[in-house]
């Protein structure tokens, strides 16, 4: 199963795919975690790309998770965020059918969720208020086009367990072998329903930051 960590800058994803394979591991299953190519890009060329660059850097993030061999497939975001980030950055829409497609072939789709503090990072990072504008474009998106996906908030390990609850679900829903034999429970069904996220994100807030 290939299973997409995306999400908007400064939300944890890199983490959170090394600590998902890593549980996985420690879960006796094979899992690849596939870093993202954006990244390696960017350390390689010093530069963020420009717009004609995009398309091959999707490309190249897909060919990346086509190349895995293991059963698990983590993949430190999917060509929909490069299609999201060449729609923001320069109302460039044309991956998104690409982008789309290959997001279809993605058996579970994890979406970060900003409850973690926007930090600063290289080159690759742009602001908080930016951050929050791609969150919107993303689920925007992902809803249109109604590509199931589920909210993972939290930090460290609340963060890690809650994408294990979304994989073991998926695993069953399946109808896979691959499904860890632990005491995991999948506790909502309903985590992309803005009401049951609202809720969740309230208990992730101190309780004096909470306005009713």
């Known amino acids: ?10 939300t944890g994803k890199t983490q959170l795919a090394q600590s998902l394979v890593a549980a996985l591991h420690s879960q006796g299953l094979e899992a690849t ?10 350390d390689a060329m010093g530069r963020t790309p420009r717009q004609e660059e995009q398309r091959a850097i999707a ?7 086509a190349s895995a061999t293991t059963p698990l497939v983590i993949a430190d975001t999917s060509p929909l965020m490069t299609a999201i980030y060449s729609d923001h950055l320069w109302g460039d829409t044309s991956l998104y059918p690409y982008a789309l497609a290959e997001q279809r072939g993605y058996g579970l789709t994890l979406l970060t969720g900003l409850d973690l503090q926007w930090v600063p990072d290289g080159i690759q990072r742009d602001s908080a208020s930016a951050r929050m504008q791609v969150d919107a474009r993303l689920r925007d998106v992902l809803q249109h086009n109604a590509i199931a996906h589920t909210l993972v908030y939290g930090s460290g390990a609340e963060r890690t367990q809650s994408a294990l609850q979304a994989v ?5 829903f399946a109808g896979s072998a691959a499904v860890p034999s632990s005491g995991w429970h999948w506790s909502c069904d309903t985590c992309s329903d803005a009401d049951c996220e609202h809720r969740l994100f309230r208990r992730l807030l101190p309780e004096s930051s909470v306005r009713v």
């Open 168 to 172: 073991e679900h998926a695993l069953r």
């Open 59 to 65: 490309q190249t993030q897909a060919q990346r998770v």
């Open 1 to 10: 199963m290939r299973i997409a960590i995306l999400g908007a800058e400064s």
């Open 33 to 42: 975690w596939i870093p993202e190519a954006l990244r390696d890009w960017c």
